[in-house]
């Protein structure tokens, strides 16, 4: 705080680009301001000014503070999944049963005599449509005009996106689970190679998709690279060349780390555009 | 146990949360009011009324900070309103102080003689001092009291950081001159006394 330490005061004065006879006659004249001291503040002067402030103070509804306070009582791990599961009810029911529908589709094409590279195709395939689902049914707040509300909530804007990543994120996941356990089952191949088939794609696309909701609208943002992706599939299928040479397990697992970059990008900047008080709780 | 910083505590002001408003008072009163009353001339009573508008300005225009710290822009807004006070009313300070008034040199157990002595060489300062504009007294004031860097004086102040390190240096340099022909003056008029000559 106040410049009184010799050593500080050399140090400030010496910035001043000051000659050496400059610095000798400047140093009393510092410890002259330095010494001069004030009346302490009162407890009587620091609580007329809080109670003026506190007239200034923004007004918080009732019900918002109980919010809060019951908010404030819990860890914030358990405040968050307590965010987490009052947003399940943004999903309707198209998409429950849209995703349910995926999976049937997969573990079926999983339980068929298909041949290897069409099974790898449905993986790939698939798992980023759930993505496409999650996403775009989580994040559409601003088409349905509802981001104005949920930005006036007690949990911050921050506490909302990463709830409703963990929402779509741990759903897709434990229904890809459904597909690997299916496919090593049915002696399909190693448990973490049937993973990666599903999960590389899956976090890619979430990834890109936040990262493009940045610029783009919620549905045009999981759109493209899922349309892009497909065609990717499509194109690579078309020409009858062989998928898993495409990409092989270190790309699965290079496009994976590319899509948790991506995630954590977006979030990164999510925190950066949002205005500084959405960010943290208001408990 | 980490100390919350202001800017979060700001947040949680601006979101109505008193503890948060109480935390940033307890923070900064004395040191604002302390800043004010150097800036303003020794008027303890201006300083703390300064310092109260400065919160208010904080509560009502939270947004004007920006992306930056809450510290300088503190001191940006107790600055603008000690210029804007000094602008209505075109005060300019030049009459010394009085010993009664409250801003004491630091001792910690002065006597009446070492009193007024720091009295007298507290009001030199204090008028030398008034003869700088209010830009440089900021400028030191920020400085060796508030102890914020250049660059924060020179965000503060809205001023390149060459143009603070003018204002410092020149602010030093005015108030060593005036102090000194102030040191010669008494010393002439003792010296007046001793030979029992009028000046």
Redesign the interface.
């Given at each position: 705080?106040?410049?009184d330490n010799h050593d500080e005061?050399m140090d400030?004065l010496r910035?001043?680009?000051?000659t050496p006879e400059?610095l000798a006659?400047?140093v009393p004249?510092?410890q002259?301001?330095?010494?001069?001291?004030?009346?302490?503040?009162t407890p009587h002067?620091?609580g007329r000014?809080?109670s003026?402030?506190?007239s200034?103070?923004?007004?918080?509804s009732p019900v918002r503070q109980a919010v809060q306070q019951r908010l404030s009582r819990r860890n914030r791990l358990v405040a968050l999944l307590a965010t987490a599961h009052c947003q399940i009810s943004v999903l309707r029911l198209s998409f429950w049963l849209l995703s349910g529908a995926l999976i049937l589709l997969g573990v079926a094409i999983e339980l068929a005599p298909v041949q290897s590279w069409l099974l790898l195709f449905w993986l790939r395939a698939l798992a980023p449509l759930l993505a496409y689902l999650g996403v775009a049914s989580m994040f559409r707040s601003a088409e349905l005009q509802t981001l104005e509300y949920e930005l006036a909530c007690p949990p911050s804007a921050l506490q909302f996106i990463f709830a409703r990543l963990i929402i779509v994120l741990s759903y897709d996941i434990a229904l890809g689970m459904v597909f690997s356990l299916v496919g090593w089952a049915v002696g399909e191949g190693g448990f973490l190679v049937i993973t990666l088939h599903w999960l590389a794609p899956l976090l890619f696309a979430s990834g890109l998709a936040l990262a493009l909701s940045l610029r783009l609208s919620a549905l045009a943002a999981v759109g493209l690279p899922y349309g892009a992706w497909l065609s990717l599939l499509i194109l690579n299928t078309w020409r009858l060349e062989n998928l898993a040479s495409v990409l092989s397990f270190q790309g699965e697992v290079l496009l994976s780390l590319a899509g948790l970059t991506l995630l954590v990008f977006a979030l990164w900047r999510f925190t950066r555009q949002l205005?500084?008080?959405f960010?943290?709780p208001?408990v | 146990m980490e100390r919350t910083s202001d800017e979060r505590l700001l947040d949680a002001v601006v979101a109505g949360e008193t503890s948060a408003l109480t935390m940033l008072v307890e923070r900064y009163q004395q040191e604002l009011t302390g800043y004010l009353n150097r800036l303003v001339g020794a008027d303890w009573a201006l300083a703390q009324d300064l310092a109260q508008e400065t919160f208010l300005r904080v509560l009502r225009q939270p947004t004007t900070r920006g992306e930056r710290p809450f510290r300088p822009w503190l001191y940006t807004i107790a600055t603008n309103l000690a210029r804007d006070h000094f602008k209505a009313g075109a005060v300019r300070f030049s009459a010394p102080l009085g010993i009664e008034q409250e801003s004491v040199l630091v001792d910690e157990a002065p006597s009446p003689e070492d009193y007024a002595l720091q009295g007298e060489e507290r009001d030199a300062m204090v008028a030398a001092l008034n003869l700088l504009g209010v830009d440089y007294r900021a400028a030191l004031w920020l400085r060796f009291y508030g102890g914020l860097s250049l660059a924060e004086i020179a965000a503060a102040l809205d001023t390149p950081v060459g143009t603070v390190k003018w204002r410092i240096s020149t602010g030093l340099r005015r108030l060593r001159c005036v102090l000194a022909a102030s040191e010669q003056g008494v010393a002439q008029q003792e010296e007046d006394h001793a030979s029992g000559q009028p000046r």
């Open positions: 705080m106040q410049v005061m400030a910035e001043l680009d000051a400059e006659a400047w004249i510092v002259r301001m330095a010494s001069w001291s004030d009346p302490p503040i002067d620091q000014l809080l003026l402030l506190g200034a103070l923004p007004q918080r205005p500084r008080h960010l943290a208001a | -």
